[in-house]
């Protein structure tokens, strides 16, 4: 069964401190993506990648940055939280090859919490 | 530029259809799909359909496409508790295109 996975369900991040949300991909993907989700505002984009070592910013990158050093792994960095960076984090991963799932495969999400 | 837009939210009793709408701005979409997100979850995959095509029907779910209007929606047939939700629409132009999603709908299901 194919899968993206999110390091960790729930996690409560002090102002400040710098924050590493990780998310692996066992499908090969060539892309990934970062998005938050708050209530109202549906998915917002904040970073994806179409290959390894490669980046680009989506809608709302500003406090964000991301790493990309293997294909499978796809790390989104705070650096700096703050509380209005609390929301649900979700990753996608995606493939243009012939074993395309048509569209995205999502993880299960990484609520953060930032007091 | 690209926009999905859907209503936030929808109540349908037990054993009801449930039709959930979409319009999107795009007239160069070529994959629609509807992802569903359970509470507490990641998003999951419900159904898609090429432009090319009007309806798809897959058990209780039929996705029906105007192309004209850029309009899509998903019916649920017998709308069952389990069905709760937030169903999103969503729009690309090719595959490997970044999706644009709408803000989700979400369905709530009286007894």
């Known amino acids: 069964d194919v899968k993206v996975t999110q390091s960790s369900r729930y996690l409560v991040k002090r102002t400040g401190e710098k924050v590493f949300l990780e998310c692996v991909q066992d499908?090969?993907?060539?892309?990934m993506f970062w998005y938050r989700q708050d209530p109202g505002l549906g998915l917002r984009l904040i970073y994806f990648s179409y290959d390894v070592k490669m980046k680009e910013k989506g809608d709302i990158p500003e406090g964000y940055s991301v790493s990309r050093e293997k294909k499978e792994r796809f790390s989104l960095i705070l650096e700096s939280a703050s509380t209005n960076q609390t929301s649900m984090y979700l990753c996608?991963?995606?493939?243009?090859?012939?074993?395309?799932?048509?569209?995205?495969?999502f993880g299960s999400g990484t609520r953060l919490t930032v007091v | 530029g690209e926009d999905v837009e859907q209503s936030l939210f929808l109540s349908v009793r037990e054993g009801d259809s449930s039709v959930i709408n979409c319009t999107y701005t795009d007239s160069s979409s070529t994959y629609l799909y509807w992802y569903k997100q359970e509470p507490g979850a990641g998003l999951q995959l419900l159904t898609y359909?090429?432009?090319?095509?009007d309806m798809k029907q897959d058990q209780r779910l039929t996705v029906l496409l105007n192309k004209k209007d850029k309009h899509l929606s998903l019916r649920i047939a017998d709308t069952q508790t389990g069905d709760s939700a937030i169903y999103f629409c969503a729009e690309s132009m090719n595959r490997d295109d970044k999706i644009i999603f709408g803000k989700g709908t979400r369905l709530h299901i009286l007894p």
């Open positions: 359909i090429f432009s090319n095509m």
């Open positions: 996608a991963s995606s493939t243009n090859r012939g074993l395309w799932t048509y569209g995205y495969t």
């Open positions: 499908m090969d993907h060539e892309n």
